[in-house]
């Protein structure tokens, strides 16, 4: 276990920043301040590894994601925390947090049928766009309809809103 100023992790980049934005997006929106202080920050961190690799001057991170966001929110910048160094391919790196993400929301799955599509969507977008961008395939098991059925919404139908555009919008993309 090493300790790193906060100062000198930063949030990863490519595949792993797609999974961190769901990551975030998908945890609870309850300010990290209403439970959580400098004191017990610690104690979060010892359950909630967080894990990083070295980039050039810096660290990414690679696993831990929301630990490190709480973390970031109560401390300042210059102290240091405890990680864990890891210098594995980033392929194993992509898929172990793509499963922490897709395994927590699985284990702490909203109650409300809003929440649940709310997750299902962000999981699908970013599985197509690993897929699309980045070239990884997320495994069948996880797949959309899979994760449709395991989130109990198989039955529903999830569709994206569309935003009408307005007049002057449309007038600007006319040719």
Not at 87 to 103: C, K, M, P, T, Y
Not at 140 to 156: I, W
Request: a positive charge; one cysteine or more.
């Amino acid at each position: 276990m090493t300790r790193l100023p906060l100062s000198k992790i930063k949030s990863p980049s490519g595949a792993l920043a797609e999974i961190e934005r769901v990551n975030i997006n998908t945890a609870n929106q309850l300010p990290v301040s209403s439970w959580l202080d400098a004191e017990l920050a610690d104690t979060l961190l010892a359950y909630h590894l967080v894990s990083v690799q070295k980039v050039s001057r810096h660290y990414e991170v690679v696993s831990g994601f929301r630990a490190l966001h709480a973390v970031r929110a109560v401390l300042d910048p210059e102290v240091s925390i405890p990680v864990s160094i890891t210098d594995a391919h980033e392929s194993d790196l992509v898929r172990g947090a793509l499963f922490e993400l897709i395994s927590h929301s699985l284990m702490h799955c909203p109650e409300a049928v809003d929440a649940k599509e709310r997750v299902y969507r962000q999981l699908k977008e970013l599985s197509i766009t690993l897929r699309k961008t980045h070239g990884i395939k997320v495994p069948t098991s996880l797949s959309t309809r899979n994760l449709k059925a395991l989130m109990g919404l198989e039955e529903r139908r999830i569709t994206h809103s569309r935003k009408r555009k307005s007049e002057l919008q449309r007038i600007m993309e006319s040719p």
